[in-house]
């Protein structure tokens, strides 16, 4: 079993940055981690992904060029750094986990972090 702890959320305004993290813990060798997100009143899509062996990474194009997904395997923790906010980053972001790559449904990563609300105020 894999657990899973976001934090780093908050209320920024527009161009402003925030820094989310997440911890893993548990059986967690292997797998690879993701970020979504979930705007209010909307379905949860994918942001970024993370390779554990290798560190490649992959994002949509929403945020391409502004956020940068980062892993430190040695602490199993995961960052996304989020520049040049807009309002339409506001969302709850989730961490999850796969043992696959070049996903971005949801229903492709089993294990999932509690969300950690971000705020972009205009």
């Known amino acids: 079993q894999v657990q899973l702890v976001a934090s780093g959320g908050g209320m920024v305004q527009t161009g402003g940055s925030l820094r989310l993290s997440c911890a893993a813990s548990g059986a967690f060798s292997g797998y690879n981690m993701g970020w979504f997100r979930q705007p209010p009143g909307k379905e949860r899509e994918f942001v970024a992904a993370?390779?554990?062996?290798?560190?490649?990474?992959y994002y949509a194009s929403s945020v391409k060029g502004r956020f940068t997904i980062s892993g430190d395997n040695g602490k199993n923790t995961m960052a996304l750094q989020m520049n040049s906010l807009k309002p339409e980053d506001t969302a709850v972001y989730y961490c999850?986990?796969?043992?696959?790559?070049?996903?971005?449904?949801?229903?492709?990563?089993?294990?999932w972090g509690q969300g950690t609300q971000v705020t972009v105020s205009s």
């Open positions: 999850a986990a796969t043992h696959r790559w070049m996903v971005v449904d949801v229903n492709e990563f089993y294990f």
């Open positions: 993370i390779r554990r062996s290798g560190g490649d990474t």
